[in-house]
């Protein structure tokens, strides 16, 4: 099965993007004196994945009906990266990433949407991410499975969309 894979593959590029914001030396007495995540408040951290979470559902739910609104509804102010059938991944308007998430929805034929993992991954500003698995018909015979990467940024206390991506 891919799952595992694709849970690797998203670790590894939301570590790579948030980067040194995320590691501490290793302080610990006759510790390794190497890197180390940096430790966050248990219950913070645990609200923070609890409203994650309950977001990505959400944007889930909005996605399976082909409302590209309500996935962008907690788009984050500066805009949201897109990555769709081959494009780039610059920062779109919220008109923009809208009408582009529309025709993607429109093209898909349907499907089905549900919230897969979610993480926090700490740095400053706080981000996280979670992943969509997507079932569409996509005018093709049979279901084309897609995996759909939603990148976060925390912003004004509040979880923000800033990044959609299919991998």
Excluded: K, N
């Excluded at 990555?83 to 429109?106: F, T």
């Amino acid at each position: 099965m891919i799952r595992p894979a694709v849970r690797s593959l998203l670790s590894a590029l939301v570590l790579a993007s948030a980067g040194p914001a995320l590691c501490a030396p290793d302080a610990t007495p006759g510790g390794a004196g190497g890197w180390a995540l940096a430790a966050q408040d248990s219950p913070r951290r645990d609200a923070d994945e609890e409203a994650l979470r309950g977001l990505v559902a959400d944007i889930a739910r909005s996605w399976a009906r082909g409302d590209a609104g309500g996935v962008l509804s907690r788009a984050s102010e500066q805009g949201v990266r897109l990555q769709l059938a081959g494009g780039g991944s610059s920062p779109q308007s919220h008109r923009r990433a809208e009408a582009a998430l529309r025709r993607l929805l429109e093209d898909a034929d349907g499907g089905r949407a549900s919230a897969g993992m979610v993480s926090v991954v700490g740095g400053s500003p706080t981000r996280g991410f979670g992943e969509l698995l997507w079932e569409s018909g996509a005018g093709m015979p049979g279901l084309v499975r897609t995996v759909v990467y939603l990148g976060f940024e925390m912003e004004d206390g509040r979880w923000r969309l800033s990044e959609i991506r299919l991998l």
